[in-house]
């Protein structure tokens, strides 16, 4: 089992679209990581979070951590063809450890 | 700027043979750690890092070993490959701890098939 749950496991969005993609944990996140990649390729880093109530944002991507720092979420506006593949939350639950959800796959239809 | 370097690229296996995953960093990073990415799954733990000479087990530890007798590098053996293992493996490091926590760096991963 994983300690971080992603959903949704995969969407479906119509270009132009918003979507939103959640990152949940029953353990304190000390600091949260997002990251996309494209089928067969490496990760590419997209943002990272550390304190509660913090948002950060990059074109058309914003990320938010909540006041408990058990959940955060990753919000993309106007989605377009070059936001398709998988995205990635990644977390220190405070054990040293890093661990990742299972990743929500994000296809965008033109 | 190397970052994070991982070899092989690609590796084909027969079962049972014994291989190492080299993946080193120049970036003066403590900790250090393997991930297995298999579909659906994300990526899970194998192996971690804190420092040099220490080393403890992710998630998935049976059928890899580790060691970290430097800072910059941290091989992953597989000692008896086994078809369970073929997977795409990440190696990854960040900055010290007592700091902020800073960006993770990932290699460009390794694709192993075990027949």
């Known amino acids: 089992s994983q300690e971080l749950e992603q959903s949704p496991q995969s969407l479906i969005v119509q270009e132009g679209k918003n979507l939103t993609i959640n990152c949940t944990s029953s353990?304190?996140?000390?600091?949260l990581y997002w990251y996309k990649q494209k089928y067969g390729e490496g990760l590419i880093f997209l943002m990272m979070l550390q304190k509660g109530g913090e948002e950060k944002s990059h074109e058309k991507i914003t990320a938010k951590l909540d006041e408990k720092k058990q959940q955060s979420s990753l919000h993309i506006t106007a989605s377009q063809p070059s936001h398709a593949g998988i995205y990635l939350c990644g977390a220190d639950l405070g054990d040293y450890k890093l661990s990742f959800g299972a990743g929500t796959t994000v296809t965008v239809r033109a | 700027n190397a970052g994070v370097t991982q070899t092989p690229k690609f590796q084909v296996l027969k079962t049972g043979q014994s291989m190492t995953l080299q993946c080193a960093q120049d970036m003066n990073h403590e900790y250090m750690s393997w991930y297995r990415q298999d579909p659906g799954m994300g990526l899970r733990l194998i192996h971690y890092s804190v420092g040099a000479g220490i080393t403890d087990q992710g998630e998935v530890p049976n059928g890899y070993n580790v060691s970290r007798s430097t800072t910059e590098d941290f091989p992953l053996r597989l000692l008896s490959a086994a078809p369970s293992q073929t997977s795409v493996y990440f190696c990854a490091s960040r900055a010290p701890f007592g700091g902020p926590s800073g960006e993770l760096f990932f290699g460009e991963g390794s694709r192993l098939t075990v027949l």
């Open positions: 353990k304190t996140l000390y600091g």
